[in-house]
C-alpha cells in the first residue's frame, strides 16, 4: 500500500508540472471509464458461475450462525478447494443476500487484490511513461482518475453499504462523483441492471450491454448462486 500511494504521489506530480485545461476533461473521462470498469466487472462477477462440486453452496445457504467456529472451519476448508477468482466470485454472489457484510470489510481486503494486480503495476507504468515525457499532463491526469477509480471501486462498493463513511465519500457524493445508496439500491432489487458502483455514469451502457447478452442466451439466472 505505501508504494501504491508514493506512485500516486508521483502521478499527481506529473499532472501538476505540466497544467493544462485539457486535464479537467480527462479527469472526468478516467471517471468514466473507471466506473465502467466496475460495472463490466460486477456484471461478470454475479454471472459467473462458481466452481462445480466444490461445495460452495453450503456455505452460501449455510443455516446457522456466520460467527460461529463452525461456519470459519467450514469456509476456511471450502475456500481452500479454489483459486483467487472463484473465491472473488463467490463473495459477490454471497454479497447480494447479504449486502451489508460487505460494509463491514476492511479497506485493504476490498482493494488488496486489486491494488496487487492492476492498480499498482498501471500506476508504476504511468509514472515511467509520465516523466519520460511520453504523456502530456492531462493524459497522466485522465490515467490517474481512472487508477483511483479502479482501485477503489470495491471500497466505493462497499461504502454504499455502510452507514458512517469518511466525509471524502459524502463530499463526492454531493458532487455527483459517487452514486447513493439508494441508486445502488436499484442494483439489488433485480440483479439485472446497474451495475456500476462508482458514480455509475455509464449504468445507461452497462444497461444496454447486459440486455443484449441476455437475448443471446447468456448471463443465466442459475449464475447468480452456488450450485450442488
Known sequence: ??????????????????????????????????????????????????????????????????????????????????????????????????????????????????????????????????????LPGWAAAGGLALIVGGAFAQYFHGSLHRERNPWIVTALRRCRLLMTPAAHQLHHDTLQRDFATNCGWSNPLVNRLFLALRRRGMLDDSGLEPGA
Open 1 to 134: 500500500m505505501p508504494l501504491f500511494l508514493l506512485s500516486l504521489a508521483g502521478n499527481v506530480l506529473a499532472v501538476l508540472l505540466d497544467p493544462s485545461w485539457w486535464a479537467i476533461p480527462a479527469l472526468l473521462v478516467g471517471w468514466y471509464a473507471a466506473d465502467l470498469a466496475s460495472g463490466l466487472v460486477h456484471m461478470y462477477m454475479d454471472y459467473r458461475p462458481c466452481p462445480a462440486g466444490k461445495g460452495l453452496d453450503a456455505l452460501y445457504f449455510y443455516p446457522g450462525s456466520r460467527e460461529s467456529e463452525a461456519y470459519k472451519l467450514l469456509w476456511r476448508e471450502r475456500m481452500s478447494k479454489v483459486g483467487p477468482l472463484d473465491r472473488l466470485v463467490y463473495d459477490f454472489k454471497n454479497h447480494h443476500p447479504r449486502p451489508n457484510a460487505l460494509g463491514r470489510r476492511d479497506l485493504w481486503r476490498l482493494i488488496g487484490s486489486t491494488v496487487i494486480l492492476a492498480a499498482l503495476p498501471v500506476s508504476l507504468l504511468l509514472n515511467a511513461t509520465a516523466y519520460a515525457g511520453l
